[in-house]
């Protein structure tokens, strides 16, 4: 059974950081291109990052570039979003979502809310 | 890039089916068949319901169906229940990594 766990949200201050993780297990997590998916309280979708299956390529959406690092440990089957200078406009839940056919799996999803 | 364009809302009656639209550009949902509908129940995470267009991810109910013509995607949902009462997401994943805004669909 596929399953994906994030952890490591939090109320953090304006200009703080912050370290999500998401846990992978029953697929093999290197042949995946593994995303972060926000939302803000009340709204919609909105994809954050991405990178492929050997860490190799990353994307970020334009309003985090600079901000958030996305990386992964293969051999822990782990995805991280490291999230500096938050802002208020970053409080979300943000899911760790697999690329298959679409965002076939999501975690549960942990929140973020930054403010002082 | 801005988000894809969906309806905020949509309703019909159990039993009855809805259509939820989806419109982008061509060089997101009319340049691609990576289109793909996520389902979402308060406080849950979302659901894939529809890939690549028209495609069914096993246990999904065949009551809902994909479709596209130029740059508008389309989610139909057939013989509603109440149980389908969510909000639901399009989504562009091949070159952009676009959302829509968000459908909240009401059984009536």
């Known amino acids: 059974e596929v399953q994906l766990v994030e952890s490591g949200g939090g109320l953090v201050q304006p200009g703080g950081s912050l370290r999500l993780s998401c846990a992978a297990s029953?697929?093999?997590?290197?042949?995946?291109?593994m995303s972060w998916v926000r939302q803000a309280p009340g709204k919609g979708l909105e994809w954050v990052a991405n990178v492929k299956g050997d860490g190799s390529v990353k994307y970020y959406v334009d309003s985090v570039k600079g901000r958030f690092t996305i990386s992964r440990d293969n051999a822990k089957n782990l995805v991280h979003l490291q999230m500096n200078s938050l802002r208020a406009e970053d409080t979300a839940v943000y899911y760790c979502a697999r690329e298959g056919s679409g965002y076939d799996y999501w975690g549960q999803g942990a929140l973020v809310t930054v403010s002082s | 890039q801005s988000a894809l364009t969906q309806p905020p809302s949509a309703s019909g009656s159990p039993g009855q089916s809805v259509t939820i639209s989806c419109t982008g550009t061509s060089s997101d949902v009319g340049g691609s068949n990576y289109v793909s509908w996520y389902q979402q129940h308060p406080g849950k995470a979302p659901k894939l319901m529809i890939y690549e267009v028209s495609k069914r991810p096993s246990g999904v109910p065949d009551r809902f169906s994909g479709s596209k013509s130029g740059n508008t995607a389309s989610l139909t949902v057939s013989g509603l229940q109440a149980e389908d009462e969510a909000d639901y997401y399009c989504s562009s994943y091949q070159y952009s990594k676009l959302f829509g805004g968000g459908t909240k669909l009401t059984v009536l």
């Open positions: 029953g697929f093999t997590f290197r042949s995946y291109w």
